[in-house]
Every structure is written in structure tokens, then in C-alpha cells.
């Protein structure tokens, strides 16, 4: 039976077994193809099933959390709704911050020793229920808190190198592109307001919109100015992951501190970004930018993550980016005119309040920079290179493959070795038999154990198996010339070996429709002869004409008289039959019924005729082509 495959069930109906469709709140419920999978998923892993209650549901992405009470304790289901190599990336950063001792919940193994169950097209992982409570936020105390415990995870996030077979994701280089999309969208804004001049917002948007795509164009000239481009050279490991949506309820108080969860969307990134989210909204949802707090929140984060001069330098280009005002206005892209007649305008009124203290925070926050010791990325860059270092992390592959359940497997394919020389240039015997021919590159394909699987799978394995190939391809190109072999006279290869050589099929070629050498100079010596006979008969044309020159051009004057004669009377012939045709033509239209007319052609149309390809001769013999018939093609529209 074919297994269900996950999708979106937002815009799904009740419909089932043919009845009536009734209304369904999918945030409280899903599927009952879904539930079924989280039956079949809870039987993968050594634990009995008591009862199972769902937390929360994402029906536009297709995931859902439960709670389910096992005779293990109670633990959380959870199907995570991107793709599985993506969320392998995110699973592989769980066990490994878990392994740091970051408080994060700790993933339980299934029955064959994997982290994750894979099934109708999504990954599955089951938790330890972990008792939490969110974090205070009125006062500062509980903003310091959940500071403090984003700088833990973050610290313990560095040197992550995913697992293979995940898809990275990063966002640490892509700060100057973010920038100009901001800026590009907001310049959309005085359009979209342009564009819908009678809504309640187009006046509010339009008098301040430049105000705001100037704020976006100064930032991005501060970043590229900054230490950025040096801070990202150090490379991904050595920043570590952002959570990407950090905040008052994936952040909680529990056992030993702040725990963090809903790992599924982190990323490679200049880790203060999520202090930044954090801090901008934290001012936005007070109405109002206040430095005691701001500066409490980053000395919270600094004590467990510290910063840099370079690092605060950017953090606070971050902030002064028009961040809030884009994030609350992009809605107008969606559905313009409902937008802006109905939320718009209370929308931005409250942003420009909340503006208003927003660039003397700022001024009064970079005086702070002082207090923060520099990065060094010059010399640290010098010292070394952080992208070329080797990963400490030791993965066990067989635990984090992607494949399907149950999938035998083949036996090992055969190794298989190309041996390409360079080709011999034409130089004397005596130099070549000096110079030794040297192989370009030996790469080895050593056996790797592939798994008949099903659809997936079988791509799965293919793009695991690219991956290692391409890794000691590379490996192999990397050695030098003087690390190779020369190698020794070719011999006939072994049915054992499996060597391929190419050197002997490209020497022993032959060009196609090549010719023995004795014909060739024939054909060359015919070939002379009869450009001697053709001077000869030149040189006596011209003697004659010398002697005759008035025969000549009187003979030559007549044939191009009876030439053009011949042509004209063609030419009557021709327009004598376009005109019988033309007659025909209007005496049918004339009795024909009046819905089956031809349509008049448009004066303003200009017709050329192209001729049509010619076909290719299967005769050996050169025979003149004939002209088909001309296509008429359109000109000027």
C-alpha cells in the first residue's frame, strides 16, 4: 500500500468517504492520514503508547507536536515540516548542542539506533516531556533571562558541521543582500501607495516612506563599511547557528535554567541577529526604545556569549535598519487595497510613535562600544584559515543516513580506476624518449555499499554516493604532480583489475572517412594537372577575345536582349495567373455564407515570403535543390 505523503492541510475541507464538507479548525486538529503516521512512527521506537494529545498544529506548513503519556514517562511527538535533508541539518545540531550541554531536550534513539523516524516524506523525533514556564516579561529581569540563556545556546552551537546528506543553510553571508531587499521593497511601498491613491494609508505612507528608504540605504553603506566582510571570512563553525525565531515562548524557564526549543529553522549566522530580533521587537511591543533596557538585555547576553567591538559595531547597524516598519507593512504586497484602507493607518501610526525616541536611543547605546574588547579579525585571519579547518565532530553516517525502512541491501559495486595521460606533443624522438609522461590525476572510486531502495531512497543513495565520489575526486586533484606515479608500460589489464585506459582507444582512433596515403597523393597529382590544363585554357580565351573584341560584345548585347524579353513575357504570365486566382477567389467569398468568410487582413500587416528548409538529398549525385513553396511571415507586430 502506498504510504501517505504530508502536505499543508490548511486550505483542506472535512470531506470524507463522499460526505458533506464540514467545517474543520485545523489549528486544533489534523488529518487523519497524519494521526495514522504518528501510530506507525510511535511503534519505531521500545515504548508502549497510553494516550497521545496534540500541542500545537502548523496546517500551513504541515507539522503538529503531541504529548504523549508512555510507560517510559511522558515524551513529544513531534513531525517536522521541511524537507527531510533539510531537517536533518536541524535534528544533527540537536544531539550536538545536547552534547556541549546546552539545555536542550535530548533526542530519543528508535528501535534501529537512528535519531529520527522517517516517514510519509517528513522526519519524526520523540523528546523527553520537559516541564516549562515562560519567562517574566514585565520587568527587565525576565528580558535578562531569556538573554542570558540565547547567549548560552549559542556559544554551544559553535564548530557545528551538519551531517552528510543534510542541505546547509546558511544566512551569514547574504547581510548586504537582506539590505538591499529591504530597501528595494520599501521603495515598492511609494508605489503600491502611489498605485491606490483614494486608500485611508496612501497620504501617511507617502509622507514618510523617504524618510525610511534612506535609513535603509545608510545602513547597508555603514555594513559594507564595517568589519563584517572580515567578520565573515572566519567562516561558518566559527560563529555557530541562529535559532531564527527566538522569543518569550521558544525560550523557557525549567529544570537547571533557560531551555530552549523548536529547533527546526536554525541557520548559520552572525549570532547577535537573534539579540537583535529579540531586542527590536521587545521596543516595539513597548511603544517606546529605551536604553536601560537595551543596554541590560545585550550586557545579559554578553556575560554568556561575549561580544566584540566589531560585533557591537554591527549589532547596532542592525537595529538602525527600518526592520519593524517593513516587517509590519509588507502586508500592503498581499492584498493592497483591504490593507490599506483598514490596518495600515493605525499600523503606522504606531510605528512612527514608537520611532520618535528611536534614533537618540541608538546615539546614546554606541557610546557603549568602548566597552568591548576588539576582535582582531586581521591578524586572526592571518594566523589562519577558519574554512580550511578539518571538523572535530565524528559522525557515525550509518545513524543518519536518509533511507527508507527496511531496505535490503546489494552487494558492493565493483572499484573502477581512470588513468588519463597527458597527450605527447610533436617534438624530436630523442627529447620524448628524455621526458617521462606524467598522469594528469589517478582517481579512485573506492566500493561503497548501495541500497536497492525506493523512490527516495534510491536518489538518496545516488546523491550520498555523488557526495563521496566527488570528495575523493577531489582529494585526488588536490596531490601534486611530484605525489604521483609515473606510470609504468601499458599491459593488457586484467579481468581482476578493472583498469580503464583511455590513452590507447584516442591513439588508436581513426578519423572518419580518412584515406590511404597513397590515394591522397593521387588525388593531388590529378588535382595539379588539372589546374594546369584550366591556366591553358585561359590564357588561349584570352588571346581570342584580343583579336575579336567588337564579335564579342555585339554577340554579348544580343543575349542579354533575348534574356530580357524571355523574363518579361514570365512576368505577364504570372500576374495574368495571380489575377485569374484573385477572381476566383472574390466570386467564391461572394456565394459563400456569411459566418464561414475569411476575416480581412490588416493593411497595417507587411508579408514577406521565407523560403521553406530544403531537404537533404539521399542521391549521391549533386542535384540542383528545388525551391518549395514560400511561408508567409508577419512583419511589424
Known amino acids: 500500500m502506498e504510504q501517505y505523503m504530508i502536505t499543508p492541510w490548511a486550505t483542506r475541507d472535512g470531506t470524507q468517504d463522499g460526505t458533506q464538507a464540514t467545517p474543520v479548525d485545523w489549528d486544533m486538529q489534523v488529518p487523519p492520514e ?109 528580558a535578562q533571562e531569556l538573554c542570558y540563556g540565547l547567549g548560552e545556546f549559542h556559544s554551544h552551537t559553535k564548530g557545528y558541521r551538519p551531517p552528510l546528506g543534510a542541505k546547509n543553510s546558511s544566512r551569514l553571508y547574504r547581510w548586504p543582500k537582506y539590505y538591499e531587499k529591504i530597501t528595494k521593497k520599501i521603495g515598492w511601498m511609494r508605489e503600491m501607495a502611489k498605485a491606490y ?66 529547533l527546526d529553522g536554525v541557520s548559520y549566522d552572525l549570532p547577535f541577529r537573534d539579540l537583535r530580533k529579540l531586542i527590536t521587537s521587545t521596543m516595539d511591543d513597548m511603544g517606546v526604545w529605551d536604553v536601560g533596557w537595551m543596554r541590560g538585555m545585550i550586557e545579559a547576553y554578553h556575560k554568556a556569549n561575549p561580544l566584540d567591538k566589531e560585533s557591537f559595531e554591527v549589532l547596532l547597524i542592525d537595529m538602525a535598519m527600518p526592520n519593524e516598519f517593513y516587517k509590519h507593512l509588507k502586508e500592503m504586497f498581499f492584498d493592497p487595497v483591504t490593507f490599506l484602507n483598514t490596518e495600515a493607518e493605525g499600523i503606522l501610526q504606531r510605528v512612527l510613535s514608537t520611532d520618535q525616541t528611536k534614533n537618540q536611543a541608538l546615539a546614546e547605546l554606541a557610546k557603549d562600544i568602548e566597552k568591548y ?136 582512433r581513426k578519423v572518419k572517412n580518412a584515406k590511404p596515403k597513397k590515394a591522397l597523393a593521387k588525388k593531388q597529382d590529378m588535382s595539379a594537372k588539372k589546374a594546369t590544363k584550366k591556366k591553358a585554357i585561359s590564357a588561349k ?23 530580357r524579353k524571355e523574363k518579361t513575357a514570365k512576368q505577364e504570365v504570372a500576374k495574368r495567373s495571380q489575377q485569374r486566382k484573385k477572381a476566383a477567389t472574390q466570386a467564391k467569398r461572394a456565394v459563400s455564407p456569411a459566418k464561414t468568410q475569411r476575416a480581412p487582413v490588416s493593411k497595417a500587416l507587411i508579408y514577406s515570403k521565407v523560403a521553406a528548409p530544403t531537404q537533404k538529398k539521399t542521391n549521391s549525385r549533386a542535384q540542383k535543390l528545388r525551391a518549395q513553396k514560400g511561408l508567409k511571415v508577419a512583419r511589424g507586430r
Open 373 to 508: 574588547p576588539s576582535g582582531n579579525y586581521e591578524e586572526l585571519l592571518a594566523a589562519k584559515a577558519p574554512q580550511q579547518l578539518a571538523s572535530d565532530i565524528k559522525w557515525d553516517q550509518q545513524s543518519w543516513d536518509l533511507q527508507p525502512q527496511d531496505s535490503p541491501a546489494t552487494e558492493p559495486q565493483p572499484t573502477t580506476t581512470i588513468i588519463v595521460k597527458k597527450k605527447k606533443s610533436a617534438v624530436s624522438k630523442e627529447a620524448s624518449d628524455k621526458k617521462k609522461v606524467e598522469p594528469i590525476a589517478v582517481v579512485k572510486e573506492q566500493p561503497q555499499p548501495v541500497k536497492a531502495d525506493k523512490a527516495r531512497g534510491r536518489s538518496r543513495n545516488k546523491r550520498t554516493i555523488g557526495i563521496r565520489q566527488q570528495n575523493l575526486a577531489t582529494e585526488g586533484m588536490l596531490k601534486t604532480q611530484e605525489e604521483l606515479p609515473v606510470e609504468a608500460p601499458r599491459k593488457k589489464a586484467s579481468s581482476a583489475s578493472n583498469l580503464i585506459d583511455l590513452n590507447p582507444h584516442l591513439a588508436s
Open 541 to 563: 580565351n584570352g588571346i581570342k577575345s584580343a583579336v575579336k573584341p567588337k564579335a564579342k560584345a555585339s554577340q554579348g548585347k544580343g543575349a542579354s536582349e533575348a534574356l
Open 34 to 142: 497524519v494521526d495514522q503516521l504518528a501510530d506507525l512512527v510511535s511503534q519505531q521506537y521500545d515504548m508502549t503508547v497510553h494516550s497521545r494529545k496534540l500541542i500545537t498544529s502548523k496546517p500551513d506548513k504541515g507539522g503538529a507536536i503531541w504529548r504523549i503519556e508512555t510507560d517510559k514517562g511522558p515524551r513529544s511527538l513531534k513531525v517536522l515540516h521541511r524537507t527531510p535533508e533539510r531537517s536533518l541539518y536541524s535534528v544533527g545540531l540537536q544531539d550536538y548542542v545536547v552534547k556541549q550541554g546546552a539545555r536542550v531536550a535530548a533526542l530519543i534513539p528508535a528501535k534501529d539506533g537512528k535519531l529520527f523516524v522517517e516517514m510519509g516524506g517528513k522526519l519524526w523525533i520523540v523528546t523527553d516531556w520537559i516541564p516549562l514556564q515562560p519567562a517574566t516579561k514585565v520587568d527587565l529581569v525576565g
Open 197 to 262: 491613491p483614494d486608500t485611508v494609508a496612501s497620504k501617511s505612507i507617502l509622507a514618510v516612506v523617504d524618510q525610511y528608504e534612506e535609513q535603509a540605504k545608510t545602513a547597508l553603506q555603514r555594513l559594507i563599511a564595517s568589519a563584517y566582510p572580515k567578520m565573515v571570512a572566519m567562516g561558518e563553525p566559527h560563529w555557530g547557528l541562529v535559532h531564527q525565531d527566538y522569543g518569550w515562548s521558544n525560550g523557557q524557564n525549567g529544570p537547571g535554567g533557560l531551555w530552549v526549543i523548536d
